[in-house]
């Protein structure tokens, strides 16, 4: 089946070619997410992830470019983004660490310290508890999910929105 025939073909939702790009692609699309590091996700989630959006954007196919190039597109964005955001996160990791590990007989600590508390305090509840088990109790992801049945992406969507309030608060005292 040429190119444009197979797009039109997934475009329509045809249960067979889906089928067929998940058994001939999927070792290639594991093999690309293998290349990034990611401490969330694995190079299996990435995959999945990528066919969810093949199948939930399938509409959005250009029958005019290599079936190929578009999966393979898709898949590196999703990566890229994931990494990104994880980039952020991880830049955003040290900020709270590093306040509670000052010297704790300065008075500036102690004033830092309540400031940082009562922002916590201002986040949502669930945000609260994973950042807190997160930044003030060094529990991993992966430890925070098992014990609040959250997948660890949440858990890190929570972790990013949460020190991304505490930033802006900080930043505007």
Do not use: W
Not at 91 to 106: C, G, H, K
């Amino acid at each position: 089946m040429d190119n444009q025939k197979f797009i039109l073909s997934l475009k329509k939702g045809n249960e067979d070619s889906f089928k067929e790009v998940y058994f001939n692609y999927y070792d290639k699309l594991i093999s690309i997410a293998k290349r990034f590091n990611s401490s969330v996700l694995t190079p299996d989630d990435f995959v999945q992830e990528t066919f969810l959006r093949l199948y939930n954007k399938r509409e959005l196919l250009n029958e005019d470019v290599l079936f190929d190039k578009q999966l393979f597109t898709i898949c590196k964005n999703i990566i890229l983004n994931h990494i990104n955001r994880e980039n952020k996160i991880v830049q955003l990791d040290a900020f709270p660490v590093d306040i509670l590990e000052e010297e704790t007989d300065s008075g500036i600590f102690e004033d830092r310290k309540e400031k940082l508390y009562a922002f916590i305090n201002q986040l949502p509840e669930q945000q609260q508890k994973i950042f807190t088990l997160h930044k003030l109790e060094n529990l991993s992801y992966k430890e925070i999910a098992e014990i609040t049945d959250l997948s660890e992406k949440t858990i890190a969507n929570h972790i990013y929105l949460a020190s991304k309030f505490i930033r802006k608060k900080i930043a505007e005292h």
